[in-house]
């Protein structure tokens, strides 16, 4: 009888590589290969996550207060030693964090207490150096900013202190001594040129405006002799002044170019234009 079945069977093998042929060492190498693959499918694979393990309980120290204490004072001696090397290559910074950490474990290390002293003074020390150079570079503020810093590591610093204080002072001369004194006929010639130029002039005030917070001012720069004066020049300041028409003044400030303005008589002037820093009125 005809076993379509078996014969179906017979036909799938045939098409199984190692199995075509029908030669018994082929088809015993095709049977171990094929085994081997399929134990490979059928085991688990190691990159499969594993079971978490149960984390055992953390059991408490059995480390008593007295351990503790000499534990904490061992390592607050270790910080301390760590803290003076940072000291000694001058790096505050470190030092100070090694020192503050001594103190918090240990409150009565007298000795980490002395040297966080020590660091804010050269600190307050350096910071002081450092704002006299930015004075000498006519850095104001950068140099306050350095001194508020000193003061705040040695509030006792008097040096400080007094120059926080002079700053203004300072300031203002360190301005003047920049600024060139011009006559008028070369700054009319081309303000535009010059603009940026730190001046300084002297004159009689021909009008004054204020407008909220800013001052415009027409000043007579060229004295013809007996306080007479011709030549004009507008200044600005950024502020109000105690200035009035026909007072004599000294300005000191930045060229700004030139300004158009109309005159009582109704004709458009062109002048200087000068952006005023600081003043002086004779008295």
């Known amino acids: 009888m005809y076993d379509e079945g078996q014969n179906a069977k017979k036909s799938i093998f045939r098409k199984i590589p190692g199995y075509r042929s029908k030669k018994p060492w082929k088809m015993a190498i095709a049977s171990v ?6 134990l490979i499918i059928i085991t688990p694979s190691s990159d499969k996550e594993a079971p978490a393990e149960t984390t055992p309980a953390v059991t408490q120290s059995s480390e008593t207060p007295e351990e503790k204490q000499a534990r904490m004072l061992q390592e607050s001696a270790e910080s301390y030693q760590t803290g003076l090397r940072f000291y000694e290559q001058k790096d505050y910074t470190a030092a100070q964090q090694k020192f503050q950490k001594v103190i ?22 350096e910071l002081l150096a450092l704002a006299k150079e930015k004075i000498d570079q006519g850095l104001f503020g950068d140099a306050e900013t350095d001194l508020r810093a000193a003061l705040n590591n040695n509030p ?11 700053l203004p002072d300072l300031e203002k001369e360190h301005y003047k001594k920049s600024c060139k004194a011009i006559e008028f006929k070369v700054l009319n010639k081309n303000p535009d ?9 002297k004159g009689e005030v021909l009008q004054i405006q204020e407008s909220g917070n800013f001052t415009i001012m027409l000043v007579q720069v060229t004295n013809l002799g007996y306080d007479v004066y011709t030549d004009t020049v507008m200044v600005t300041y950024d502020g109000t002044i105690d200035i009035y028409e026909d007072d004599i003044i000294a300005f000191w400030g930045e060229v700004v170019g030139s300004e158009t303005y109309q005159s009582v008589a109704g004709w458009n002037v ?6 005023g820093r600081f003043f002086a009125k004779r008295k």
């Not at 918090?104 to 020390?125: C, L, M, N």
């Not at 040129?193 to 002039?201: P, W």
């Open 33 to 38: 290969f094929y085994f081997f693959v399929l």
């Open 104 to 125: 918090k474990d240990d409150p009565d290390y007298e000795d980490a207490q002395a040297k966080i002293t020590e660091i804010k003074t050269a600190r307050a020390t």
């Open 156 to 166: 006792d610093l008097k040096e400080a202190t007094d120059l926080v204080e002079k």
């Open 193 to 201: 040129s010059l603009v940026g130029e730190r001046v300084t002039m």
């Open 270 to 275: 062109t002048v200087p234009k000068v952006s």
